[in-house]
């Protein structure tokens, strides 16, 4: 009769758990824990097992039966009780293979309004709650803490143990396309928030009931050349001409103070500085000299997605972002990555790569095992050994259930930024007879019927409500399409519409703050305006007629001009000339 292996024994301590599996482990099973790659699931919850490759090269079976893969983050939104049932069937199938590790799910954000296959879904069947912007425009950590436990306690339901988030970058760079997914410009500001934020998903420490935080994207991806996103070649610059290099990294301080479980170079690679002109996610300097060594952080460093081979996203091919070592070969690329202190290749499912690097003498496998050291630690520290799979019913009760659905439209409705109400316009009368005429533009007739008489005509009504979102330059490329970049200024023809009706009929202007916008000419027109990070239209409706009360402050400031954007510097906090609404505005009713 064979004795139980010691890595299965939940009584022994994780290290001699990690030791006695890491033992039994071929190389080929130790590399593929080295890559965190993507799954999608089908409608019904059961897993891929077959692909065309335009969105993924490989099935589900083929990765963690063929390659042994066991970290995966899903694309796409789905019903709870079919991600639950997928997840089991997951498990299932990495409890098949020879040691029976199982896998760790992850995810991109999930609770808010944003849907962008390269960084966030909108939230579904989740609850959903302003976008990071928005927790920041309240500021209070004690919020941020009950989001991110609801996060914790819906991501636990349907099987994800690892946040890929949150993103602690700061927003310095206005035209910058990420900035909807940070805490704002204030450094100090986010340092509390991410505090708040790691302790409300993970707990005191990594345990049976935590999700692990990945925080994102070290050391600070605020300062991009022109604003450009380092997803793109032509985004790869990472500039400091404020010499604020130092202040991008408090937050970050902050994370490894509260015990983050994970961290996530950025893209970006810097230049003109005494780093190496290199991609963080192959800086050694950086991830070694100053993560590890000067920082102290022991955690899993995971790249970002797509770092060592071209890959093929809405069936069109993009370059690997191995931004400064784009010459190397995909092996070569992955020794740089390894030698820097990288632990785990995000988005990559290559492992017979790291096995060649090994075999060939170029990476000592001893230096794969202090990663997959890591990596295993954590799923003991998570429990997925003992118990991997969830309860579809379970699931389908408690994402998006009621208590956490209201604490999500609460926090919409109190990060709400008034700008402008110079005349006293708001808050509107509610339930005055008769009621208002409401003519609208971007706002759902069935919610605004509740608060007034819909018209067609704005010469008929009394208000005008208009929902607008910040501007952006279209991009050609599918995927880049969805990181909305380029001028924060409506185009004459756009603003002079927007224009005629502000003067037409006392307007109402709602504009969704993604990045921040640059509206003169509106916030001097409008009746009232207010900014919004993600919330519903019957959260801008209830603040609007008094029913709710906005608290929400700019959690970075409004520019004048594109031209005061252009001449500021990526690295300084709400640097541009004279704003026409600085950081931190925000007016009571």
């Avoid at 900035?179 to 345990?207: H, I, M, N």
């Avoid at 790569?353 to 998570?382: N, P, T």
């Avoid at 004459?492 to 006392?506: F, G, N, R, S, T």
Wanted: net charge negative; with cysteine.
């Amino acid at each position: 009769m064979n004795a139980t292996p010691a890595y299965k024994d939940a009584a022994l301590p994780v290290d001699r758990r990690v030791e006695d599996l890491l033992s039994r482990m071929t190389l080929e099973e130790k590399a593929g824990q080295l890559f965190h790659s993507m799954l999608m699931m089908n409608p019904d919850g059961t897993p891929v097992t077959e692909t065309d490759g335009s969105m993924l090269p490989f099935t589900t079976p083929e990765l963690i039966e063929g390659r042994l893969l066991t970290h995966f983050n899903l694309l796409g939104t789905y019903g709870a009780r079919e991600m639950a049932r997928w997840q089991n069937a997951v498990q299932e199938m990495a409890a098949s293979t020879r040691l029976g590790i199982p896998v760790t799910l992850s995810t991109d954000p999930r609770h808010a309004f944003t849907d962008n296959i390269g960084a966030s879904f909108n939230s579904g069947a989740f609850s959903a709650w302003p976008e990071a912007l928005g927790l920041a425009a309240v500021g209070d950590p004690e919020l941020v803490h009950r989001f991110a436990d609801t996060v914790r306690r819906e991501y636990l339901a349907v099987g994800f143990r690892v946040a890929l988030h949150p993103q602690i970058d700061l927003a310095t760079e206005p035209r910058w396309a990420r900035q909807s997914g940070t805490f704002g410009s204030d450094a100090r500001l986010t340092g509390e928030l991410v505090r708040a934020y790691v302790r409300g998903l993970q707990g005191p420490e990594p345990g049976p009931a935590s999700v692990s935080a990945m925080v994102k994207h070290f050391p600070g991806g605020g300062p991009q050349k022109d604003g450009e996103d380092p997803h793109f070649a032509h985004g790869k610059e990472q500039v400091y001409p404020g010499g604020m290099r130092e202040h991008h990294l408090e937050p970050f301080k902050a994370a490894i103070a509260a015990g983050c479980a994970q961290m996530m170079p950025y893209y970006g690679q810097p230049v003109g500085t005494d780093w190496e002109e290199v991609g963080f996610g192959f800086n050694k300097g950086v991830v070694t000299g100053l993560l590890r060594e000067e920082l102290g952080f022991d955690g899993i460093v995971c790249t970002d997605w797509g770092l060592l081979t071209d890959a093929a996203i809405f069936g069109q091919m993009h370059p690997a972002r191995a931004w400064g070592v784009e010459h190397l070969s995909v092996a070569e690329r992955a020794a740089r990555a390894l030698d820097a202190g990288c632990d785990q290749f995000g988005g990559e499912q290559c492992p017979e790569v790291v096995v060649e690097l090994v075999r060939s003498g170029r990476i000592a496998e001893s230096r794969i095992d202090d990663s997959v050291r890591r990596l295993l630690r954590e799923k003991f520290r998570l429990g997925l050994f003992e118990n991997p799979y969830v309860d579809p019913d379970a699931a389908a009760e408690t994402v998006g259930r009621s208590d956490f659905a209201a604490m999500g439209a609460a926090a919409q409705r109190r990060s709400l930024t008034v700008l402008t109400n110079p005349r006293g316009l708001l808050p509107l009368p509610h339930g005055r007879t008769p009621k208002p005429k409401l003519y609208l533009r971007g706002v759902d007739e069935a919610v605004a019927a509740a608060h007034g008489e819909v018209v067609a005509d704005p010469a008929a009504a009394d208000l005008a409500v208009l929902r607008l979102r910040t501007p952006h330059e279209p991009r050609e490329n599918l995927f880049e399409s969805f990181f909305h970049s380029g001028s924060l200024a409506f185009p004459a023809p756009e603003l002079a519409e927007i224009l005629a009706l502000l003067d037409a009929v006392p307007t109402l202007v709602c504009i969704n703050l993604e990045r921040p916008a640059v509206i003169p000419e509106i916030a001097e027109r409008a009746a009232a305006l207010i900014a919004d990070y993600g919330a519903s239209d019957d959260a801008l409706l209830d603040v609007a007629f008094g029913r709710a009360v906005p608290e929400g402050r700019l959690p970075f400031e409004l520019p004048r001009s594109m031209a005061a954007v252009a001449a500021s510097r990526p690295d300084v906090p709400n640097d541009t000339e004279d704003p026409v609404f600085a950081h931190g505005h925000g007016l009571p009713l």
